[in-house]
């Protein structure tokens, strides 16, 4: 294998790439006897056809498969071998394979374009007191607290605001039911204002097993539906349970429980000592880079910010899925427009993301840094494999690398950071 790198413009490069024939031979004869039993041929036991014959009934499978990984191996070799680093996902263009099964093709990608770089090894950190008062450390423990709420089982007592209940209910308008208007055991905070106006409120004081009726009206206009805008509605409700958010109460028992396996905590005392560790570190790390994110960047490509655009996208997507929608349904029903409107809304936001990445990067390149295979085992070793694919498949891998290497970036910094 041979290449040559090109940069087209300030911030795109393409790597030329030659592959010989008897490497491509060679890989297709291995993909043969790795993959042959995979191909049923007529007369022939299962996986015992010789290549050719697989070849006339399915074409060059194995050659395909050869040039793909090809492909792929080429492009890391260059990488390790000093190519320019992608700063966004690579594309195969231009693949051919000559008469004499020669193959040639190009990778084209986004490189860095010029940052320059101040100091960014020991840098001496003022750590702020103020960040560590006893009354920031308590804080923090309380959001600890409250993110290890429960909601507990109430029978003694009807609904009052914030409880967490579970109800059926039925809609008609005009005696007649409604798509989406009946839904059995439906869960509802109530005061969260998810339901129509006067929903929650005329709950309030409904016992366990108790019914009624609700006559409200369809706000106008309705973004959800909107033939519904403005129209009188009735709701039967019936009332199967009633939950209310208890605070865990904060000792030792509480601390062993939910923090002894992540952090090692079992006392009240330690989570103190840890938290106002982590209060420190947190105050170093965001000073350190306040001071890095003002390294001069020449330009940031509008495709790095439609890279951090996608990436957005990909998450609202993976939000919808969760609750069953389209993405279009998900974000109108947001009443935030359209997704290219919170693209538009977030552009500076996305700008100076793209252009953090591309901080990071160069101080990645100037200090010799990388992702390495063994870095994203690590990452994911604990982790299903058929979850760990589907984050590549949903994110891939450029994105997966470019966060680890920004972790590996800024604990090289902070760890060379002299305190004061």
Known sequence: MSYTFEKTNSYTGVLHFEIPAETIE????????ADRA???????RRGKAPRKVIEQYFGQVFTDKAIDEL????????????APNPVTQ?????????????ATFDIEYQVLPDVELGDYMGLTVEVNEETLTDDAVENAIQREITRNTRYVP??????????????????????VAFEGGSQENATLDIGSGKFIPGFEEGLVGLSVDEEKDLELTFPDPYPNNEELSGKPVTFVVTLNSISEEVEPELNDAF???????????TTVAEMR??????????????YLFTQIEDFEVSEVPEALFQYQANNMKAYYEQMATMYGMTLDDFVSGMGIGTMDDIVETAREQLTASARSMLIYQAIAEDAGLS?????????????????????????????????????????FVYDSAVVE
Request: glycine share 8%; hydrophobic share 30%; with cysteine.
């Open 371 to 411: 992702v390495t295979d063994e870095d994203i085992k690590a990452e994911f070793a604990d982790m299903e494999e058929s979850e760990y694919q589907d984050i590549v498949d949903h994110y891939g891998m450029p994105y997966i690398k470019c966060i680890l290497l920004n972790n590996k970036v800024a604990d």
């Open 38 to 44: 995979k191909y049923p041929i007529p007369g022939f």
């Open 154 to 175: 109430v029978t003694d007592r009807p609904i009052k605001m914030d409880d967490r209940v579970r109800f059926d209910y039925a809609g008609t308008i005009d005696g």
């Open 90 to 102: 690579p594309a195969a263009k231009n693949l051919n394979i000559g008469e004499d099964g020669k």
């Open 273 to 286: 000592s840890g938290v106002e560790e982590t209060l420190k570190e947190n105050a170093m790390y965001d």
């Open 255 to 265: 601390v062993k429980e939910n923090f002894e396996e992540n952090y090692g905590w």
């Open 71 to 82: 492909m792929n191996s080429s492009f890391k070799q260059a990488l390790d071998e000093g």
């Open 26 to 33: 060679e890989e297709a004869r291995k993909a043969y006897y």
